[in-house]
């Protein structure tokens, strides 16, 4: 498929998506659109162990999504295609890394929270100026107490205000902060920490997160038993598990 408003690419295990509309990366509904068939696109892919969400340039990850959209019939659509992208984020079944080069304000920023992690430029600012346009921000109002807590999620929504990329490192928005000159080869580097591994791993072991986040502990300690016992015994375990105690690498299927 040919994309108006992203760039796909895959590398070395990592499949890229870039929001390439300059400059400040406006994220628009036929955007979004884009953006959820790339990940289904990826899904499916099983070369691809990890999926990267960055954009293009070094002003803005995104300013948001256009405020246009936000009105009258175009509303209803918009919200639909945004939030689908977070279920997407989700059933992508590959651990997603946000590369984050500079503003990321509104739905730039709950695009970042969506991902399970993220790499920043020094010069990145995050924020949610929602409020100050009379509206609030769904994702974040779901996905920022469970990242940084409750007080922090309520300060960052309810004021509008930005924060710097120290700041959203330290409460846990991002995993980490780079000079902004060394952040395309860091990047490389945090990416290259997961591609190494089992992709079938990857994906088990993130459903796994993500299954628990939702049970009571006891009951994730049981589902988990379970799940775990079944991975353990798989094909691909079984090589891994072998491989170390043959002193080798090992080599995955998948």
């Known amino acids: 498929m040919d994309y108006k408003n992203i760039l796909l690419e895959k590398k070395e295990g990592a499949g890229k998506i870039t929001i390439n509309r ?60 945004f939030h689908q992208l977070f279920t997407e984020l989700i059933n992508v079944d590959k651990p997603t890394i946000a590369v984050v080069n500079g503003l990321a304000l509104g739905g730039g920023c709950e695009i970042i929270a969506g991902c399970d992690m993220a790499i920043a430029s020094e010069k990145a600012q995050f924020g949610q100026p929602e409020i100050k346009l009379g509206v609030y921000p769904p994702p974040a109002s779901i996905l920022f107490p469970r990242i940084m807590g409750q007080k922090k999620a309520f ?6 205000d930005s924060i710097d990329a120290k700041e959203a490192e330290r ?17 490389e580097a945090f990416i290259k920490r997961f591609t190494g591994n089992s992709g079938l791993a990857l994906s088990q072991t993130r459903r796994a997160l993500y299954r628990n986040l939702d049970l009571e502990f006891n009951k994730a300690l049981e589902v988990t038993g379970i799940d775990a016992t079944a991975v353990m015994a798989g094909e691909n375990s079984v090589e891994g598990l072998t491989a170390f105690l043959e002193k080798r690498a090992p080599v995955w299927k998948r």
């Open 155 to 160: 300060e960052i929504i309810l004021s509008g």
């Open 171 to 187: 409460i846990g928005l991002i995993n980490k902060v780079v000079p902004a000159d060394e952040l395309e080869l860091a990047a």
């Open 22 to 81: 300059l400059p400040l990366n406006i994220i628009n509904i036929e955007t979004l659109e884009e953006m959820n068939q790339a990940l289904r696109q990826l899904r499916t892919d099983d070369q691809v162990k990890v999926v990267v969400i960055t954009a293009a340039g070094t002003k803005a990850f995104s300013a948001g999504v256009e405020v246009a959209d936000h009105l009258g019939d175009m509303l209803p659509k918009m919200v639909e295609v």
